[in-house]
């Protein structure tokens, strides 16, 4: 038995070719999943009407929830009514985008060395002043 069919990995939405999203389907469309990131992206109707959220995708295919009735060429889509069906590479501005840093944790065992350190140099610092 395979379970090649219920583990969908999810798509990654980068911003000309810098990952910026795991899209995870917490969010409703792209658009919505762009907004969250802080990704500036003009919209209107949010219906798939007005094309005023028009995108270029540079590679990756989208999915659309509500079929857009706003004219496409090939290589665009509308954000406000659509899913990346795989990773998808789109030609927008990183700038002020909110990503994700993991902070190095710090180990226990190195803290409390890095103390011992700080008491050692005291104590020498201490010693040799007192006996000036």
């Known amino acids: 038995m395979t379970y090649k069919h219920f583990f969908i990995k999810a798509p990654i939405v980068s911003l000309k070719g810098q990952p910026a999203i795991l899209f995870d389907g917490k969010k409703a469309t ?6 969250y990131k802080k990704v500036k992206v003009f919209s209107e109707c949010r219906n798939g009407f007005c094309g005023a959220c028009k995108t270029e995708v540079i590679s990756g295919e989208v999915t659309y929830i509500k079929e857009p009735l706003a004219e496409l060429k090939a290589n665009e889509c509308l954000p406000c009514c659509c899913i990346p069906q795989t990773d998808l590479n789109l030609a927008l501005s990183m700038e002020n985008v909110e990503l994700v840093v993991r902070s190095k944790s710090i180990n226990k065992k190195t803290l ?6 700080i008491e050692l140099a ?11």
């Open 112 to 117: 409390t060395q890095s103390k011992d350190a």
């Open 122 to 132: 005291y104590n020498i610092e201490t010693a040799t002043a007192q006996q000036s």
């Open 30 to 35: 792209l658009l919505e999943a762009l907004e």
